[in-house]
């Protein structure tokens, strides 16, 4: 997900893209707070578009199952503000009938007619309408022509979509769009009617029988030109670009069957009935959408300039959509890897050296960003989620899986992450759940590698000298960690002598650790595989 126009990984907005953005976080938080009464099983959301105004129409449907006895549900719905953007509720149903309800604070409350009990459902329909301030990106694409595009992540749904937005809640969704004939309609799923409903409008519905977090439901409405790039195994890959970058979208979109089929073959089956990669008005550079991928309009160049872009974007599929991280604090399940395995894909179709120089890329980001921000990769104390965008759980996140790789040996490594996609697919985990799988598989306590990886802020900071026995022929490598907290890890040098060149292998967890050299060094080369975040300091 957001992969943005990055070289580092992350996200890039202007400031008024931020600005906007940071408006939603004054919501009531998302959480179990809320909606630990309820489960959604299905939303059904029937949006009209059109081409005089920005007003939208809703009419949604959530099919809510109780999960203990209570007498109202809470949807969150932006009010209009004093810009006169926002959402102005008509009416509300419970199970076809009206019933009371208020909207304050963001906050949609409706009583039901008699309180519910464990195991009761509901079908809630919510009737409104008005201007969306964001979450909907109504405007026109860089060739003039007006366009529609969902942006939901992290938490921005609520501004034109009424919804129980909790990341441990997964629900099917179906997206019925009204708009009028000059737009085609992509979404989450499979298409299911297509229909002229008048001399000016027609109807498009997909349906998605999976369930989803809100942050990757969404539909599109623009003049697409679409075309089939090819199937992965039984799966269909589709190329959406607007009409004006048919040939040059269909080109750079092309890749996305490769990259499937390797992650199928890798990770296990791709878990929704098709994918799609649209080209977007998306403020990220890449936004994961379920089976949809939006990615930002100028994606698209004609020089096949996508392929990494593709490839993260698509990692999210399995990792982020399908295994959602539970908690936003756990977000690295997410970026890290899906940053992670697009360096893996990289490496298994260019080689290897691929692998080391994008890890070497990351070990520097993250070294940057560790310099002005003491802070662990679960990082609890963020309340912009925003915040969440950065090298931490990008980068960091990718390394702790490729220390995992070495720790845990090549086969196991491939092995875990398999069983961890089988058991959580299409449901939610922490990241002890994804530690437990991994100590199955390895027979290894990870308790101190998850620890100091992803709780304690920084890496090993090494300090290297070298030192001459005058009384024998001998030399010795010193390595000194320099943080307070002394961190447990396999480590290599490469040292050279007349007598030649060797690598030697050992595992740090003190202060001070030598390695016995014969001869006189003359070079020492830490890590030369390219196997350990850390700072190094000469002596």
């Not at 309609?185 to 008048?198: F, K, R």
């Not at 360096?343 to 070497?360: A, I, K, S």
């Not at 304690?456 to 300090?463: A, D, M, W």
């Amino acid at each position: 997900m957001r992969s943005g126009n990055f070289k580092t990984g992350l996200c890039r907005f202007s400031a008024a893209v931020k600005i906007i953005i940071s408006a939603v976080i004054i919501m009531p938080a998302a959480g179990e707070s809320l909606y630990g009464q309820t489960d959604v099983i299905r939303y059904e959301f029937r949006v009209k578009l059109n081409d005089s105004t920005d007003i939208i129409q809703g009419n949604s449907t959530a099919t809510i199952l109780f999960k203990e006895r209570t007498g109202s549900v809470d949807f969150f719905l932006r009010t209009s503000d004093r810009t006169g953007k926002g959402m102005n509720v008509a009416g509300v149903l419970s199970d076809g009938f009206e019933t009371k309800w208020s909207h304050t604070g963001d906050i949609l409350t409706v009583l039901m007619p008699v309180e519910k009990n464990a195991g009761d459902s509901v079908h809630i329909t919510i009737s409104y309408s008005g201007v969306p301030a964001d979450g909907l990106i109504i405007s026109k694409n860089k060739y003039g022509r007006r366009t529609f595009f969902s942006d939901h992540w992290p938490d921005r749904a609520p501004y034109y979509l009424p919804v129980c937005d909790n990341l441990a809640d997964k629900a099917k969704v179906d997206f019925i769009i009204i708009a009028p004939y000059h737009y085609r309609v992509v979404a989450n799923g499979i298409l299911t009617e297509e229909s002229n409903i008048d001399n000016f409008n027609r109807l498009t519905h997909w349906r998605e029988d999976v369930p989803l977090p809100v942050k990757v439901m969404a539909f599109g409405a623009a003049p697409f030109a679409a075309t089939l790039s090819g199937f992965a195994g039984n799966i269909p890959v589709w190329a959406w670009v607007f009409q004006e970058n048919r040939e040059a979208g269909f080109s750079d979109y092309k890749p996305a069957v490769k990259v499937m089929n390797f992650y199928d073959s890798l990770i296990g089956p791709y878990p929704y009935e098709k994918l799609a990669n649209v080209q977007s008005k998306t403020i990220f550079g890449g936004l994961e959408n379920a089976s949809c991928i939006f990615y930002s309009e100028n994606s698209v160049t004609g020089q096949g300039r996508a392929e990494r872009l593709i490839a993260h974007e698509i990692a999210h599929q399995w990792f982020g959509n399908s295994v959602t991280e539970r908690e936003w604090s756990h977000i690295w399940l997410s970026e890290g890897f899906a940053t992670y395995l697009t360096t893996v894909y990289m490496e298994m179709n260019y080689g290897r050296e691929m692998l080391e120089t994008g890890m070497r890329q990351s070990r520097t980001t993250v070294l940057r960003y560790a310099e002005k921000n003491k802070k662990p990769v679960i990082d609890s104390t963020i309340t912009d989620l925003m915040d969440l965008l950065n090298a931490n759980s990008y980068q960091k996140g990718a390394w702790v899986l490729h220390m995992l790789r070495r720790e845990t040996g090549e086969s196991n490594f491939w092995k875990g992450l398999r069983l961890y996609y089988e058991k959580f697919r299409n449901s939610t985990a922490l990241s002890s759940d994804f530690r437990q799988i991994m100590e199955q598989v390895s027979g290894k306590d990870l308790q101190r590698f998850f620890y100091q990886w992803l709780e304690v802020p920084g890496q090993p900071e090494l300090k290297i000298s070298t030192e001459k026995d005058i009384k024998g022929n001998m030399s010795y490598v010193i390595v000194e960690q320099m943080q307070d907290y002394l961190f447990d890890f396999p480590f290599d040098i490469t040292v050279k002598t007349e007598k030649g060149t060797e690598t030697l292998t050992t595992r740090i967890n003190g202060k001070k650790t030598r390695f016995n050299v014969k001869g006189t060094v003359s070079e020492v080369i830490p890590d030369p595989g390219t196997w350990l975040l850390f700072k190094s300091y000469a002596n």
